[in-house]
């Protein structure tokens, strides 16, 4: 479908969102597959038919975003799968391989979509990765090109084997990564609405530390108005007024009561406590995702540094349904891929030195994962020849990065460690030093902006083992970085909208047409020895925050930077001047200010409040419509679509759900897919049929699979029409008003 | 064991020695690069990452209103206690023994020569450090005081995530 046609059915943002939409879908559509591929009985009916209905899937929703690219590539795989399903090929190693190839491509074409010259040249790429096993368009096939073709290797004995074992193993260790979890049956969800509920639980629980101080303030006026009452009865005791002594009485009984209430008041803050607690605890666990994921892509990064360096390696897996948090995952993954290359390319030896030395010829890499209160711990382990600590020594001396004496008394695992440092890891050294370390700084340096840490072990002839210790949530911002006396401090830089240089002695500073406060933070910031006066001109960072603006003056600007908050906990949260603290990738506590603070050091006596949230404005209804589709990027095409003529529209991601759906609610239209997991379209409209109360429902069918037979059944259950994927605006609305409006 | 011995550590601080009970001691760490808080109160000497968490550093003399201690520094020896689930490091210039030694009165035990070793308490430091920190903000969030006494934790822009860690929103 031409880009103007789509434009004509969407507006160019509401594209943009679909088809980011899509690329999440087809991440996890792609990672399905690949899965598939890789998992026990890869080569199954059932697998191959199962790759090949994401696959189509993946087609119908690329049609309807307008992809076309990767609606013809798509299409190409899922016949080079027919051909398998057919029987007309076997699955081989060589087509596992393939396949997993085919589909790395195409993820990357789709994210390539900011520059279309790299997609259309990584879609090419797909092309010839395809060519020897599909069919392509006619002027799209390359020509064939040796180095194309699969890849394979010769083993001693002449016998045709896999590169790379992962296949093979991953699914004798783990026949769970054939992905019998079924994604579809999970509910999507953007990270954002769930960090807005964790944010708002997170200020339920402001609330309550209030309540609770309220609670103990009250504890304490009770206390004395106990005391003001029996100060009053020891007066009264030699007075002998009767009137007096009856409101002591009272005045007890109202001490006692309030005692009483005060007392309640705080068992129920202690309960509201522990349901708080629950709330995080789940609120945490919505963001938590199991390692399958990343061990998939670890095994397909290993997959292509074997290819690269012709290195045969074993990788076996274990712990993938260990769960942590997305960004864990997501900032990990390219620390733990530089490991695994690492060991590939200087841990493992060549298979003939392997042989000498008695090792297997084939190499392992074992990645394990596992929970450890509230740590995963992840392990890297290779057989390959380990850290050579002795001559690493006499290096670290030679280099002049250690003195004779320290080098004397250091233990191995320090002597190991000192890979970590800068420059001892570098790449010229790397060979010489021990065959490791290209870029250990920067994976240790990513492990603890995490606030995590890794170690390294290794026996020299055995083999090197990596231990990283994760926290299993983490908080990831952006602040901006700033030196005031030496020390590093940071600001949310969802707050900062400037940096800009001032007069020192200036009390308020122009910004944008208005003169705004200046806080000279060299002041308030003020630690034991410092000294005074900086230079007469300073960089300062603009801070907006609540509709109020205010320059901070800072010694030194550093820069923008994405930090892991940490809470300051019992001892340091009190002092009203910061709002959490970081670990900088040296290790070092870097502590993060309050703009709320900033701002009421401004503005004294300015009170704050949170702009009024506009109620949204609900459209007018011509009727409810439920929209059926395992595709989420159609059904919230379908869902624009319908919502512009003025439908209310729920939306279902299988039969089973669509049916429950209709059960509880009447809708004036169904429009449904035909190919959807647990209970498809026909069955589906099977079903509505049967029922009285939907007997009578206008169904309409989009289907990418329209044939005569689909037809006939279609008019057999009395649906209003058929649209053929992709689904366009002018279609639907042709079928839905055909009789006219 | 009978009542009147203790498990301690004894250390010296300031070229006095002094003891502290080890129930309340989970181990002798070289404190990390220490960071110094601007406006925390004169018990409260700087923060630093120990294996990723932060812990507070602890003024002992500040907090037992007996002066104030040298700053802490990196590789600085320190007693990290817990005490109620909060950490801190309590600053110390030498590490001397553990040993188990007999209470004396008021406060002390004996050492091996039976000369009285007072016993510094923890948990009372750490109270006292929680309980100076909470006046420098005040206790009333409605209090006019100065800078800002409104709770530094309240309002949209702070989110909190779960297990320890704050987000800024």
Known sequence: MAERDLLADFDPDELAMLRQLFRDEAHEALEQVTARAQGAGAGSLEAVLEMMRTTHTLKGAAGTVGLDAVVELTHALEGALAAVRNGQRPWTPAFADAVVEIVDGLRAHIDAHADPAVAAALANRVRELLAPWAELPRGRRPPRDDDTGPTRALDGDGTVVDEVDATATGGVTNPDLSGSHDARTLLRVEPERVDELMSAAGELLFDRNRIERRVQLLRTLTRDLGRVRQELRDQLAGAGSPALGAIEGQIATLSTQLAQTSAALLDETEAMRRTLGDLQRGLTRVRMQTARALFAQLARALRAASRATGAKVELRTRGEDTEFDKTVAEKVTDPLIQILRNAVAHGIEPPAERVLRGKAATGVIQIAARAEGNLVVVEIADDGRGVDVKKLRERLVERGRWTAARAALASDDEVVAALFDPGVSSRDEADELAGRGVGLDLVRETIARLGGEIRMSSTPGKGTTFTLRLPVSTAVTHAMLFKVHGQVYALPNAQVIDVI???????????????????????????????????????????????????????????????????????????????????????????????????????????????????????????????????????????????????????????VRAWGLAQELHYDLIVTDLEMPRLGGLELIGKLRADRRTAQTPIVIVSSRVSPEHRRRARELGVRGLIAKPVTRRKLLEVLYADGR | MPDDLKNVIVFTLAGVRSAAELRWVREVISLGFVTSVPTAPPGIAGAFNLRGHLVPVLDIAALARAGHGASPRQGDSALLVEIDGVSAALRVDKVEEVATLPAADAGAVLDGRGRPVPLIDPAALVRQAIADANAVRGDDDDAPAQPTPRDPTTGARVRLAFDGDTTLG
């Open chain 1, 501 to 655: 240089t001032v007069d020192a002695a200036s009390a308020t500073w122009p910004v944008g047409g208005e003169r705004v406060p200046v806080v000279e933070l060299s002041r308030l910031l003020a630690t034991p020895g410092a000294t005074g006066d900086g230079p007469a001109r300073r960089p300062a960072v603009v801070v907006a925050y609540a509709d109020k603006r205010l320059v901070c003056s800072v010694d030194k600007v550093i820069g923008p930077r994405e930090i892991v908050v940490k809470q300051l906990g019992p001892l340091l949260a009190p002092l009203p001047l910061y709002a959490g603290a970081t670990i900088s990738g040296s290790g070092k506590v870097q502590l993060i200010l309050d703009p709320a603070a900033l701002v009421r050091t401004a503005y004294p006596g300015h009170t704050l409040t949170d702009p009024a949230i506009a109620e949204p404005v609900r459209a007018s209804l011509s009727g409810r419509a439920l929209v059926v589709d395992d595709s989420r990027a159609i059904r919230e095409a379908l869902m624009s679509m319908l919502a512009r003529e003025g439908w209310i529209v729920d939306t279902a991601e299988d039969g």
